[in-house]
């Protein structure tokens, strides 16, 4: 009799525990050429990335936010196991639990300021659990939310801010857009340049070729942004936009003389190898 009770005891406490680690569900996967080499979870995840609470404006929100968060620099760290300069050198892909996918280069990823939350951390002190809803939507951001706490890091288009973040792979932003690519330009090239710094500052905005962001406008078909402007113009466009007009094209200040030259040389080049995939749908 009282074997059958601990029997049913240590089932029922089995039980529990399968239910509580559905319920707490909250993985974080690290992929690489689309095998991965990595799953953390939450407790994972604060043990070892010096977890800390940071508080700021959310862009999603709408309003300032206290969050649980790691330093997302820590987070690749532990999840691909290198140092940040090659982390710095890739290109990561940001998979969110619906399939949505927010490409970043590593450059922007390692920036300080950059967290990765794990719960909302006013909600956890009250005894609540899970999250707000977010964004217009009103989803629930769960499991994982990449957030920036340094200002200038809250405009949505400029800083990847995927909420329902599940996986994190080392992909080229090349391979998922390949026509943005200035493959007839000589390695190491002015238009190269131009394409890293466009691929870290404009594609989640601008497409060439129909691939990249849909917030400004097409630069390479029907017509070139360099069949129609010239560089001079174009150079101090980007790097102050609101010397021309009133606009949500964000300042590129920080941008140099010569880099604006190279984004210029990528247009050039890209004028070359259009593909034009007809009107937005
Ligand atoms: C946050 C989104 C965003 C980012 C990032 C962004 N742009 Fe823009 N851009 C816009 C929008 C929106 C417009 C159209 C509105 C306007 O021109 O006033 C625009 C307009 C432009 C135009 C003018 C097009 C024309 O025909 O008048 C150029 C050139 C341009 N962007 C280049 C760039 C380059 C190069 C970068 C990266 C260094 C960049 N943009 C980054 C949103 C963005």
Known sequence: MLRIGVFVLAVLVLAGLAGHAVAEDAVLEFARDGAVVRRL?????????????????????????????????????MGFGEASQQ??????????????????????????????????????????????????????????????????????????????????????????????????????????????????????CHAINGQGGKVGPELNVPQSIVEYRPAEQIKAYVYDPETFRHTSMPAHRHLTPAQLDELVAYFRAMSTLKRDPGRLP
């Open 87 to 204: 982390l710095a050198a890739h290109d990561y892909l940001l998979r969110a639990r619906d399939g949505y996918v927010k490409p970043a280069t590593g450059r922007r990823l390692m920036e300080p300021g950059g967290g990765l939350a794990l719960a909302d951390a006013r909600r956890e002190k009250a005894g609540e659990a899970g999250w707000a809803p977010i964004d217009r939507k009103q989803v629930d951001p769960a499991p994982f939310y990449v957030v920036w706490s340094q200002p200038g890091q809250q405009d949505t288009n400029v800083y990847p801010w995927p909420y329902q973040l599940v996986r994190i792979e080392v992909g080229s932003i090349a391979a998922a857009y390949p026509e943005i690519v200035p493959r007839t330009a000589a390695a190491g090239s002015e238009a190269w340049r131009g394409f890293d710094t466009f691929k870290g500052e404009c594609v989640a």
């Open 41 to 77: 979870d939450r407790a994972a995840l604060e043990k070892g990335c010096g977890v800390a609470t940071v508080e700021l404006e959310d862009p999603y929100y709408g309003r300032r936010m206290a969050y649980v968060a790691c330093p997302l620099a820590k987070v690749l760290e």
